[in-house]
């Protein structure tokens, strides 16, 4: 999912736009350093489109300028069910001051459209995190993403403006991002 993008990368759009994505639910909570994040976005184009686009991880970059590396690590396959270690780096810049978060998570899917990650923070500039995607098709030209986070960074964000700096950079990327899945979308179903 994305996300403070990483899980976050994946947090396709927050914004209503004229011909594009519409937001249907966006909280962005903070407690004694941790962030939970709820959204719903209805999305442009049909939902194995969609859900292919979200799930390319080599391919993330092209879903946010925030994204300077994605991929997958390694490959497990415990008692059948099919995890993926992901890797994610995105930079942040606050006025000036720049920095780069790296994410490794665990994912995989439980049943068809839903996707579960566990940060690894040994890994990972978190403490702790989990995010859960539900890509659910409403019709055949609209899809619905349903994404759930919490996670607790392990660098140093200002008590006063952390909060509500992440929650505009969380808006602002999903933003770009639900814009550049829409776009790679009517590209793809475009092609013979």
């Not at 966006?26 to 941790?34: K, Y």
């Not at 993403?145 to 960074?153: D, E, M, V, W, Y």
């Amino acid at each position: 999912m994305p996300h403070l993008l990483p899980s976050g990368v994946l947090l396709l759009g927050i914004t209503a736009m004229a011909q594009a994505g519409e937001v249907q639910h966006a909280r962005v909570d903070h407690q004694d350093g941790e962030y939970s994040v709820d959204i719903s976005v209805k999305v442009s184009g049909d939902r194995d489109t969609i859900y292919n686009i979200a799930t390319d991880y080599e391919q993330l970059s092209r879903l946010s300028d925030l994204i300077i590396e994605s991929g997958l690590t390694r490959r497990v396959e415990p008692d059948g069910t099919r995890i993926v270690r992901r890797r994610l780096v995105t930079r942040t810049c606050v006025l000036y001051f720049c920095f780069d978060a790296v994410l490794v998570e665990d994912l995989w899917e439980p049943e068809s459209g839903l996707i579960k990650t566990v940060f690894i923070p040994e890994e990972s500039d978190f403490l702790y995190g989990e995010a859960e995607w539900q890509v659910l098709a409403i019709d055949k030209d609209h899809t619905m993403i349903n994404f759930t986070s919490r996670f607790k960074p392990s660098f140093w964000v200002p008590p006063l403006l952390g909060p509500l700096f992440i929650k505009r950079m969380m808006l602002g990327a999903a933003q770009q991002t639900i814009e550049n899945i829409e776009t790679i979308a009517g590209s793809e179903e475009l092609r013979p």
